[in-house]
């Protein structure tokens, strides 16, 4: 299993980035992929997801409205749109497999290097 985020660079706040998430090694169809971020000194949180079987998504509060996520499942990439950077979005992005049981996230892979996104003001 292989999940290898890129497109994390420098924008400025009110700039757009897109990210994304190549998966390999596993059946990217039954799977829910989603996105994470990890600032300096917070919590890792997840951000969105997708699922690859209907398509349902989900989106936390503080990215609704400026984040859109979509995927391809014959390339098997999941990709991030991020509009409206605002610099509180800087983070560290990691995509992994999702599951979201009770208002809790679980990755199911260890975590990659990731993708740096910083917004400056």
């Known amino acids: 299993v292989q999940l290898v985020e890129s497109g994390g660079g420098l924008v400025q706040a009110g700039g757009s980035l897109r990210l994304s998430c190549a998966a390999s090694?596993?059946?990217?169809?039954?799977?829910?992929i989603g996105w994470f971020r990890q600032a300096p000194g917070k919590e890792r949180e997840a951000v969105s997801y997708?699922?690859?079987?209907?398509?349902?998504?989900y989106y936390a509060d503080s990215v609704k409205g400026r984040f859109t996520i979509s995927s391809d499942n014959v390339k098997k990439i999941v990709w991030l749109h991020m509009n409206s950077l605002k610099p509180e979005d800087t983070a560290v992005y990691y995509c992994?497999?999702?599951?979201?049981?009770?208002?809790?996230?679980?990755?199911?892979?260890?975590w990659g290097q990731g993708t740096l996104v910083t917004v400056s003001s």
């Open positions: 992994a497999r999702t599951i979201h049981e009770d208002n809790t996230f679980y990755a199911l892979d260890a």
């Open positions: 090694g596993f059946n990217f169809d039954r799977y829910v």
């Open positions: 997708i699922s690859s079987s209907d398509g349902r998504t």
